[in-house]
């Protein structure tokens, strides 16, 4: 009787982890760039395997296949069109192998675009997959090139008709690559589990980002060798937190350039004569579009206190006709100090593109984004990796 009793229990116990796990995968969860596969996440994943038509292995998510599999029975059905799964989720060493032969493949700058890096793949879901279809006549249409060609835009159109009925929603949008920072991508295909929201979301042309109001975000900016020039930190983090009428955009990030054109530096204070420029930038593509800038020639006063340097003053010279007055006064007599404020107030001339470009290169680096290149309103990109 009493083992009995315990098997119950047992089967109870296993029951309600069963329930327990089921409500554990968040149908809406984030995985992009920025987005980590949240922790825990694949301990309560029920995974399907499944071969294709190339004979590939496909692991997919269980809700996930369940809905793509009444995706493709209507196609078949109502359109004639035979989709296949390419890929569906996948473990941190396959991506990492994937992106090694899109390496080789394709180059750095489309794998950079077209393939996450391990860890941050929404295929690590399980909720996302990748369609490949079998035309009418029998050929097989695979490849990422041949899969975007005009003469299968038709095909593309009908699979999307039918996505959000079926709980899914189209990921990478055209358009929206300043969003996603992924190419226009109208195979991969991303499971909600609710088709009355992936329906408001395909009409909208939302990213899952906008839909959960969280665009890529830029990382902040820090300067990053303030272990050789704590001065230079202090001064570059103030320019990028006081209020100098830069304003990012949403998911944008301020980037100073500053033009220090003398200094003095003590043991517990310091003076920067400069033009302590500040640009504000947003992300579209891997190109870090300018969005707002400007100058901001003056007299920076700085002191260390507790260890730490930080800026106790910055004084401005006014615009219009006082400018000239004010850049006189800094340079106090000194005619070299006072070419040389001019010579850092020209945008396109003079000492700016140099240390605004050192300043990019540096950010770029510092927090390995994709950006290659930064834009001015009007202006042809400007190539940062040479
Ligand atoms: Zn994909």
Not at 18 to 31: K, P, R
Not at 140 to 169: C, M, P, Q, R, S
Not at 275 to 304: D, H, Q, R
Request: with cysteine; hydrophobic share 40%.
């Amino acid at each position: 009787m009493m083992k009995r009793m315990i098997g119950l229990l047992l089967a109870a116990a296993l029951m309600l982890s069963a329930a327990a796990l089921a409500e554990g995968i968040d149908y809406l969860a984030l995985v992009n760039k920025q987005h980590q596969l949240p922790e825990g996440w694949e301990d309560s994943l029920e995974i399907v395997e499944v071969t294709n038509s190339v004979d590939q292995k496909v692991e997919v998510e269980k809700k996930t296949y369940e809905a793509y599999l009444a995706l493709a029975e209507e196609l078949e059905r109502e359109d004639g069109i035979h989709i296949e799964l390419d890929s569906g989720r996948r473990s941190v060493a396959e991506q990492q192998e994937i992106r090694d032969n899109f390496m080789v493949k394709y180059g750095e700058e489309y794998t950079r675009k077209t393939v996450a890096v391990p860890g941050y793949s929404e295929h690590q879901t399980g909720l996302a997959i990748d369609l490949y279809f079998i035309t009418a006549d029998g050929t097989t249409v695979y490849y990422n090139e041949d899969l975007t060609k005009e003469e299968y835009y038709g095909v593309w159109d009908k699979i999307h008709e039918k996505l959000a009925k079926n709980g899914f929603i189209l990921r990478y949008l055209k358009g929206k690559e300043g969003v996603t920072d992924y190419d226009y991508e109208p195979w991969h295909l991303r499971y909600i589990d609710d088709p009355e929201l992936a329906r408001e979301i395909m009409e909208k042309s939302l990213t899952l980002e906008e839909y959960l109001g969280e665009a890529a975000a830029l990382p902040a900016y820090v300067y990053p060798f303030a272990g050789e020039n704590p001065v230079m930190a202090a001064a570059a983090e103030y320019l990028v937190t006081a209020d100098l009428g830069c304003e990012p955009e949403e998911g944008g990030v301020l980037i100073p350039a500053p033009i220090v054109l003398k200094e003095e530096t003590g043991e517990t204070e310091a003076t920067l004569w400069g033009n302590f420029w500040v640009f504000a930038y947003k992300l579209n593509g891997s190109i870090l579009e300018c969005t707002a800038g400007g100058e901001n020639p003056g007299v920076m006063k700085l002191e260390k206190k507790d260890g730490k340097w930080q800026v106790v003053s910055l004084e401005l010279a006014e615009d219009g006709a006082d400018f000239d007055a004010g850049i006189r006064a800094f340079a106090n007599g000194d005619a070299e100090l006072e070419k040389a404020y001019y010579l850092s107030s020209g945008a396109d001339e003079g000492y700016l593109p140099q240390y605004r470009r050192s300043f990019i290169v540096e950010y770029v680096n510092a927090n390995k984004l994709d950006g290659v290149a930064y834009q001015d309103n009007g202006w042809e990109p400007v190539d940062i990796t040479m």
